[in-house]
């Protein structure tokens, strides 16, 4: 067990690399990266031709059965994106050979879409980070993965978020296999975080524009909220006014409760440490910040904290799917009608009204700078519903950037 | 006469920053640079330079500041009404943007601190601004205090690095 655990690692060390790579349509980037893996061993070859072979819409009949294969196939691959700037694409890619691990049970690997929009902001400030079998918990016979999945959305520049992007699922990981007790280790990893990203603010080493302006970057900061999806459980960490929503059979779960410096408990404590809200264009924490919570923003120190609240759910048969999106699109949506539009894609009802080349038809609504795609296994279904539910906050006048993530967590499909 | 129908408010912000007079000066003057110590400024574009001084720097120029996201206001066009080398004050007007700030007015005098008046500058800002509508006075000035705070805490911070 331990030679394979050793040999498991150094071989996923050994296959890790960057790709980066500029995408805007689904195609193109599997084309892309499947020329990339065309560099790295066969094994990998045959791989990812079959995935990017694959040209069958979900739902058609017959199509169950090269589901089901391809999804053996693609099991032993697995990738990690990232959004950069919603022009751009990072794509982590692993590899495990299956002569080294067992393969995850195929109905296991998480069906995921993502969609960010730039919207009426001028720049893109969200991001993103999609991590299938971020984490493995692995037995003689079989192996289990979690899967993780972060909406990120900064404030007063990117860098915060970014740097959440790059790190946050790292920290979780380290403190859950530490401790393995998710209330803790999801408020020691968000601590670990703030106290980064703190660091980098106060130092000026973010090396972002605002860095050239002035000494500090004490004004920036970012929403947190990130879900954990074990086979028997889903664990959500939530910091700032990002949401996630869960929809079981049929109806919306808020599995996170949005931090607004007006919320009766988080008022008490603002005040209780001595800082004050201020209601100007909304309730704000000293007139300035419209969350009551967020990894960064030194200068609001003690009153905006980066605790996050920590809920817990089992999962069930009835579980439908999972939204993760940032304000841009709660602040425009409710839960049930985001519930509503999910559960159209999920059955295929809206397949054929989603165009092919979404960025021509947003340009219209505004979102001149569109990312599409949940990275090299993408469920096209999901991917759909991302992107209608980024389409209608726009269409709904939403003014910030959106960003959402579904997860589809159905069973028998 | 609507505007004599508002209620105004009016406050003064006082820092004492450990930094000779004329390095304090020479930032907090640069009226086309205020996201050098601004906490909130993103940038700045200079509108229209005034008949005055150097490009840029004369009276009546104009600037259009764009704010931080996540701030209350996502830009602000403002306006040098005065300012004096041998004084050393600066007196500036917000006349447009999507803040909430009307009738916003403010007049900053730097003098050398008595304590130390080589090595210490006292920075006075004073202003005076309409109350928004829907908004206590008392919160008004909370809120324009603490942004002045912030920016001068932001020049302390500035000066000690420009002086190492």
């Known amino acids: 067990m331990a030679e394979i655990c050793y040999e498991n690692e150094t ?32 094994m990998e070859i045959r791989r990812f031709k079959f995935v990017s072979g694959e040209q069958e819409p979900v739902f058609v009949d017959g199509d169950l059965q090269r589901r089901r294969r391809r999804e053996s196939t693609v099991a032993a691959s697995t990738s990690t994106v990232f959004y950069e700037t919603a022009k751009e694409v990072v794509v982590l890619c692993e590899s495990l050979s299956s002569t080294v691990v067992a393969l995850p049970d195929p109905e296991a690997y998480p069906k995921y879409g993502v969609a960010s929009v730039c919207g009426r902001r001028r720049e893109m400030e969200d991001a993103v980070a999609v991590h299938p079998f971020f984490s493995r918990h692995q037995t003689e016979y079989s192996s289990t993965g979690f899967h993780y999945c972060g909406v990120y959305d900064g404030h007063g520049c990117s860098h915060v978020a970014m740097k959440c992007r790059e790190r946050l699922h790292e920290l979780v990981r380290e403190e859950f296999e530490a401790d393995a007790d998710w209330e803790k280790s999801m408020a020691r990893s968000f601590t670990r975080m703030d106290m980064e990203v703190v660091a980098l603010n106060a130092d000026g080493a973010a090396k972002c ?12 900061g970012s929403t947190a909220v990130v879900s954990v999806l074990t086979p028997e459980k889903i664990i959500v960490a939530n910091c700032g006014d990002s949401r996630a929503v869960l929809c079981r059979n049929g109806k919306a779960i808020a599995l996170s409760s949005d931090h607004k410096p ?22 704000r924490v000293l007139g300035v910040l419209a969350m009551s919570r967020a990894i960064g923003d030194n200068y609001l120190k003690p009153y905006v904290i980066s605790r996050p609240e920590v809920t817990v759910t089992d999962r069930a048969n009835g579980d439908d799917f999972l939204i993760l999106a940032s304000d841009g699109l709660w602040d425009v949506v409710s839960n049930e009608t985001a519930c509503s539009v999910v559960r159209m894609c999920l059955r295929g009802k809206v397949n054929g009204q989603v165009s ?14 569109v990312v599409v795609g949940g990275g090299d296994l993408p469920d096209k279904a999901c991917e759909e519903a991302s992107l209608l539910l980024t389409r209608l906050a726009l269409a ?12 589809d967590l159905r069973r028998d499909t | 006469m609507e505007s004599s129908k508002q209620k ?35 940038s700045c574009t200079m509108r229209s330079g005034g008949g005055g001084g150097k490009g840029g720097e004369g009276k009546g120029s104009v600037r259009d500041v764009t704010l931080v ?16 080398d041998e004084s050393h004050v600066m007196v500036v007007s917000i006349i447009g943007g999507n803040h909430r700030l009307v009738n ?60 190492k």
């Open chain 1, 356 to 369: 092919s080349s979404p960025e021509r038809e947003m340009t219209g609504v505004g979102a001149g700078n």
């Open chain 1, 262 to 283: 007006d919320r009766p408990d988080e008022l008490d404590r603002i005040q209780a440490a001595g800082g004050r809200v201020i209601y100007w264009d909304g309730p």
């Open chain 1, 396 to 407: 709904r006048q939403s003014s910030d950037n959106v960003s959402v993530v579904v997860v």
């Open chain 2, 104 to 163: 916003y007015k403010s007049k900053t005098k730097v003098v050398a601190s008595p304590e130390d008046m080589a090595k210490k500058t006292v920075v006075v800002e004073s202003y005076v601004v309409d109350v928004p509508e829907g908004t206590s006075e008392e919160d008004t000035i909370f809120f324009v205090d603490n942004i002045i705070r912030y920016n001068l805490t932001s020049l302390a911070k500035l000066t000690k690095k420009m002086m």
């Open chain 1, 11 to 42: 071989m996923m060390i050994e296959t890790t690399a960057t790709v980066v790579k500029k995408a805007t349509t689904t195609t193109r980037r599997r084309e892309r990266s499947s020329s990339q893996a065309a560099r790295r061993r066969r």
């Open chain 1, 209 to 220: 524009r605002c860095e050239l302006q002035r000494p500090d970057c004490d004004a920036v």
């Open chain 2, 8 to 42: 105004r408010c009016r406050s003064s912000v006082v820092e004492t920053i450990e930094a000779p007079l004329p390095l304090v000066w020479s930032i907090l003057r640069s009226f086309d640079k205020p996201q050098a110590y601004q906490r909130f400024v993103k």
């Open chain 2, 69 to 84: 996201s996540g701030f209350p206001a996502d830009f602000s066009t403002e306006r040098l009404e005065e300012l004096d």
